[in-house]
């Protein structure tokens, strides 16, 4: 399985800053992913993320609020603008599971508490 | 209607005893099925896939119903490890990757 990091782990931040999440896989993949997963929700697709392309955003989610970045195969940015409260929720990045390319293995979250 | 829909739970059982989750997804272009695990403050991971024929994994068997559009998994002889959320995951065809979550079923393993 891939091993996957994020940074940070966990941050407090103030309303209307904004955060940048890394993620970093010890693998080239073609695809990530970032998902949202409020409190006492399940997960969110926020969008995909492809090398050399921009990223392909889902319904309710737009490039002005969750820029994304992808400059190679193994690393990828999501970074949440002007933050407000609602925003709070873990943040977490995918990547397919190697042999399995229809189902994902996820990093381990980034918890953002937004005041 | 959501697209995934599980009773939330929690289950509360003693260890040793046999559960049952059900999961109902809404597409019938559904393709892929999956079950995660979700331990408390930690990122999702994959349990087992799930096929048509129905598979067993030790003590989790994951069954799926096309017809019915409905999705189960059964966990024997329950360990305490076993508490955690699980979550019912659906890809539809042409979705590319993209996988749609259930908000997860909560098991509770007691002494």
């Known amino acids: 399985s891939a091993v996957i990091s994020q940074k940070p782990s966990r941050d407090i931040c103030q309303r209307g800053t904004s955060l940048t999440i890394q993620c970093q896989v010890d693998?080239?993949?073609?695809?990530m992913f970032w998902y949202r997963q409020q409190p006492g929700q399940s997960l969110t697709l926020i969008a995909t993320a492809n090398q050399g392309s921009e990223a392909t955003y889902e319904s309710g989610f737009v490039i002005d609020k969750f820029p994304i970045s992808r400059p190679n195969l193994t690393f990828s940015t999501l970074t949440v603008s002007n933050m407000s409260p609602e925003d709070s929720s873990i943040y977490l990045c995918s990547v397919p599971l190697a042999g399995l390319t229809d189902t994902q293995y996820f990093g381990p979250g980034t918890r953002l508490t937004v005041l | 209607r959501k697209e995934v829909e599980q009773d939330p739970g929690p289950f509360n059982v003693p260890e040793g005893a046999t559960v049952a989750f059900n999961c109902t997804y809404s597409?019938?272009?559904?393709?892929?099925f999956f079950w995660y695990r979700q331990d408390c403050r930690k990122e999702p991971k994959l349990l087992m896939s799930v096929y048509s024929s129905g598979n067993e994994d030790g003590r989790f068997t994951a069954q799926l119903n096309r017809a019915s559009q409905y999705i189960s998994l059964l966990i024997r002889d329950s360990k305490l490890s076993d508490s955690a959320t699980y979550l019912c995951v659906v890809r539809s065809r042409g979705g590319g990757n993209k996988l749609t979550f259930g908000t997860g079923t909560q098991l509770k393993v007691e002494l």
């Open positions: 597409n019938s272009a559904s393709q892929s």
């Open positions: 693998s080239q993949v073609t695809m």
